[in-house]
């Protein structure tokens, strides 16, 4: 009767991995075509039959058209500098905001978490218009300023309650140790918690970057200039310029995708490195 069982696990087991693995290839079917699309002719990309799996010419050219066709290194460093700018406000105030909620003592603090959390359920579309009007009326459209200076202001609602559901999951012993050891809110914060939270802190810089890289409304709501277009407008502005080259839009795509796949290996390595070495589970 155990081996029954036992057959019966494996099976459903196996047919269980079966599923999420089509399911995978089907989601991955989209970045398949790209990549297999930036290094073919335009002409060959949709013809079916034949069906050309993967090129047997590979047109690496494509590659260079694309990069020199528009302004790529300047838009691409334009989205370094706002990504980096957010990445930093964000594990930096998001961070010391969850500590105040999750590790100190002072009245109100429910309150204001509860007010915190109501702002999830407010729409981003609600608050365009006075935000840039603020923005505006402060001389900063057409600048960075209102990409990168919100994430100073705590960093998102929802890493906050991230970072600080991780943080309640930190023993308190350890902060009655270093208070006992005359170290003060700050010093613990830095010396401890931080690189205790070294995980969350990756989830956090992982979802930071994403969201940024990918960003197109607030650029396109705040930036003006060419000059100063991130890599998501440079695109839009590339695919207005070559409509019919598919080739070399395929290219510019994948050109951009690749430093989200770089970011996200090592950025899973970390996280992993993160989890061993504090062994706490938020």
Known sequence: MRKKKNAIYYVKKTGFYILLSALALFCLLPMYWMVRSSFMKNVDIFVMDPFVVWPKEMHWENYVKAFQSA????????????????MVGTLLTCSMAAYAFARLKWKGKNICFAMLLATMMLPGTVTLIPQFIIWKNLHMVNTFWPLIFPAFLG??????FLMRQFLLGIPKELDEAATLDGAGAFQIYWRIILPLSRSALVV???????????DFFGPLIYLNEKQKYTLALGLLQFKGDYSNKWNLMMAASTMVVIPCFAVYVVGQKQLIEGISMTGIKG
Not at 155 to 160: E, L, M, R, V, Y
């Open 71 to 86: 302004n790529f290194l300047q838009y691409g460093l334009n989205t370094i500098i706002i990504v980096a700018g957010c």
């Open 204 to 214: 956090v810089a992982l979802f930071t970057f994403m969201n940024n890289w990918n």
């Open 155 to 160: 960093g998102g609602a929802f890493n906050i």
